[in-house]
């Protein structure tokens, strides 16, 4: 799965983080909305992500929410930063809809610009559904949609 933006920067999630996203749209977990962080780093105009964050105990997963209330989230990423010497941080992030072909909802639209107003680097912002996802750059309080190859 490839991400590819307007302006050519390409967004490279690796197997891992499908799989680990793959978990919560099955049959299983779908009814409880899911989600996690991106940690990854910037090489010129792309964005890796490495790594995702899952639920952890203290978030709280609702059939229509999901709030990352859980401290291990930014400890993860701050465990990343330090062991990578600087180069792996927070790159965004990703929840379930349970929906067959998810859509931003207004309360995510504001929540994402939120965390833009605290990160100026290349935000990604990805939901999850049963048969598709949705995956958007935000930057500078501008929020694209991105094309999936
Ligand atoms: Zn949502």
Redo the contacts with the bound molecule.
């Keep these: 799965m490839i991400f590819r933006t307007r302006d050519d920067g390409l967004i490279l999630p690796g197997h891992k983080i499908e799989r680990a996203i793959a978990t919560y749209v099955g049959d299983d977990e779908i009814g409880l909305?899911a989600g996690g962080i991106f940690i990854g780093s910037y090489r010129g105009p792309h964005v890796e992500i490495g790594s995702c964050t899952t639920p952890l105990p203290r978030d709280l997963r609702r059939p229509t929410l999901?709030d990352r209330c859980d401290p291990g989230h930014q400890a993860a990423a701050l465990e990343a930063w330090r062991e990578s010497g600087g180069t792996d941080t927070y790159v965004g992030e990703w929840?379930t809809?349970s929906v067959d072909d998810?859509v931003?909802?207004d309360?995510?639209v504001r929540t994402w610009h939120a965390i833009m107003r605290r990160v100026s680097n290349p935000l990604i912002f990805l939901?999850a559904g049963r048969r598709s996802i949705w995956c958007g750059r935000g930057r500078g309080g501008k929020l694209a949609g991105l094309a999936v190859l």
Aim: charged residues 20%; negative net charge.
């Design positions: 909305e999901f929840h809809h998810p931003p909802s309360q995510d939901i």
